[in-house]
Structure formats: structure tokens, C-alpha cells
């Protein structure tokens, strides 16, 4: 069955690192990749797609890149800054089409100043 | 811009009551969707609608019914809660049902079943 992986352990930085989280799936070759940031009491926003056919993707200061190689997704912050202290998801379409996705769980980003 | 609102935020339940979670878009989207989120786990998808009319089971519908007869609404509905129930409700609408389309939440609603 499908399996996607994120680290469940909180992500601490400091204030103006380069954040880092990691998607990894399994038994699956996705077309594309999403990426959504969850704050407390919210509902999840979408913030990246990536292409398999996309090695890496940018978007002021995040950067996606997508090693279908490896079956994994890194999630970039540059500069972070404490705003950017949420949870980001990663999600996968599901085989069977009709838009389905299927969720990671989510890392925690704490941004420390 | 309203986007996805979902109604009520909050709501406590007493096992074996019925309710209605109420989910609204204003994007003209095709494409609905009902997940629930629980702790340590990704959005788990309950039902999903292509259209208005048409909807079709995810990967936990039971215990969950829903319809379709407008393109903006999508309510989903306990038929008699469970503890197990007790989770954080998120609808979802994308453009199209297109595999490459970005989905729009609504902020969720809480539900407790004691």
C-alpha cells in the first residue's frame, strides 16, 4: 500500500537558517508532489505542486525538489523567520485518479529568534 | 473572499446522536472532498464529490453519509456517533478533478463524542 513518511519529531531552528523537512514515500511513483502549510485551528493551505519531471521548484523563499530516485520530496525555508513556525504537509495523488490525495502527517517547524 | 467555510467550529455529541457538518464553497468548484485528522496520522479521506450528484466513498466512510445536490454545498452527516468519531473535520474543494490541482480547506470543525 502507499506510505508516505515525515519525520513526526518537531524541527527547532533558529531564526534566519535554511529549514529542511523531509518527504519520503513508498510503493508508489507519483506524478507530482504537494506541499501545504497547517497552522494551529486551520485547515491546511497549499503552498507547492512539483512535477516528477521537475527537479526542483521555487517560490520566494521556499524551494521544493523531488528525487523520484530516492521516492523523496525535500522542503526548503531560506532565511526562516518565526512566522514560518507551522506544521507542512506533504501529499501524494492516490492511484485511481479523481484528484485523491493522500497525507503525510506533518512536521512540526518551530523557529526559534 | 470566503473561500471553504465549514460550520459549526466546534460541536460535542453524546454517543448514538446524528448531526450535520455543513460545508460551503464560493470558487465554483467541481471537486469536494470530506477528510478527518487525527492525531500522529495525515487527513484521512471520508467522501468525495465530482460534481453535484455524484459522490463516492474514500478510505473511511463508515459511519459517515453525504450528498451533493448543489455544486457549492457539501454537508456530511454522522448517523450515529461514535467515539471513535472524535476528531478534527476538514471539506476541501480543488478546480476540476484534475490530479494536479491544489486543494482549498475549509478551517475545520472539532467534534467530540463522549
Known amino acids: 500500500s502507499q506510505k508516505i513518511e515525515q519525520n513526526s519529531e518537531a524541527l527547532n531552528i533558529q531564526e534566519g537558517k535554511t529549514a529542511t523537512l523531509t518527504c519520503n514515500y513508498t510503493?508508489?511513483?507519483?506524478?507530482?508532489l504537494q506541499w501545504y502549510r497547517q497552522d494551529p485551528g486551520r485547515g491546511p493551505v497549499f503552498l507547492l505542486l512539483?512535477?516528477?519531471?521537475?527537479k526542483e521548484k521555487r517560490k520566494e523563499r521556499l524551494k521544493v525538489t523531488f528525487d523520484t530516485t530516492l521516492k523523496q520530496s525535500l522542503f526548503h525555508i531560506t532565511a526562516s523567520q518565526p512566522a514560518d513556525s507551522a506544521t507542512y504537509l506533504c501529499?501524494?495523488?492516490?492511484?485511481?485518479?479523481?484528484?485523491?490525495?493522500?497525507f503525510g502527517a506533518g512536521t512540526r517547524l518551530a523557529v526559534h529568534p | 473572499n470566503a473561500g471553504v467555510t465549514q460550520t459549526p467550529k466546534f460541536q460535542v455529541l453524546k454517543t448514538g446522536q446524528s448531526m450535520t457538518l455543513q460545508c460551503a464553497q464560493d470558487?465554483?468548484?467541481?471537486?469536494m472532498s470530506w477528510y478527518r485528522q487525527d492525531p500522529g496520522m495525515g487527513l484521512r479521506l471520508i467522501h468525495y464529490?465530482?460534481?453535484?450528484?455524484?459522490?463516492d466513498q474514500g478510505e473511511v466512510p463508515n459511519g459517515y453519509n453525504v450528498s451533493r445536490s448543489t455544486t457549492e454545498d457539501f454537508p456530511l452527516r454522522l448517523l450515529s456517533a461514535a467515539p471513535s468519531q472524535t476528531s478534527v473535520y476538514f471539506c476541501?474543494?480543488?478546480?476540476?478533478?484534475?490530479?494536479?490541482?491544489?486543494?482549498?480547506f475549509g478551517d475545520g470543525t472539532r467534534l467530540s463524542i463522549l
Open positions: 510503493n508508489y511513483s507519483p506524478a507530482y
Open positions: 470558487m465554483n468548484h467541481e471537486y
Open positions: 476541501a474543494s480543488s478546480n476540476k478533478w484534475g490530479a494536479n490541482q491544489p486543494q482549498h
Open positions: 501529499a501524494l495523488p492516490r492511484s485511481g485518479g479523481y484528484n485523491k490525495l493522500i
Open positions: 464529490s465530482v460534481g453535484a450528484g455524484i459522490t
Open positions: 512539483i512535477r516528477e519531471n521537475e
